[in-house]
């Protein structure tokens, strides 16, 4: 794992930690990891290309490498949790934060 790939895991698991606060300068609720990762990504001193690059490696971490819904069961229950505010208290997500933070 990249270590600013890391690094962003653990700035948002602390975040989630002290209550996934609102407005944050970096976080926000309604926002699943890949969107929030390539903001992350943005505010750091690395070119557009590599922020690509980082983006599309992570994406082979998900779970079965899936891009589009790893964490939820179908387009509008992701939907429905981006509208919601929800995105952070999502068990699977949360989860897969934990065990990459535990196996890297």
């Known amino acids: 794992m990249h270590p600013l790939i890391k690094r962003f895991l653990m700035d948002y698991q602390e975040w989630l930690d002290n209550g996934a606060s609102e407005p944050h ?10 969107v929030q990762l390539g903001k992350y990504l943005r505010r750091q001193p690395i070119s557009e290309e590599t922020v690509d690059t980082l983006c599309k ?37 949360i989860n897969w934060i934990k065990s990459q933070l535990e196996s890297k």
């Not at 069961?73 to 952070?88: A, I, K, P, Q, T």
Request: aromatic letters at 12%; a negative charge; glycine letters at 6%.
């Open 25 to 34: 300068y970096l976080f926000d609720r309604g926002s699943g990891l890949c």
């Open 57 to 93: 490696s992570f994406t082979y971490l998900l779970p079965d490498n899936d891009t589009n819904l790893p964490f939820n069961v179908d387009v509008l229950d992701y939907m429905m949790e981006c509208s919601d505010g929800r995105c952070h208290l999502n068990q699977r997500r």
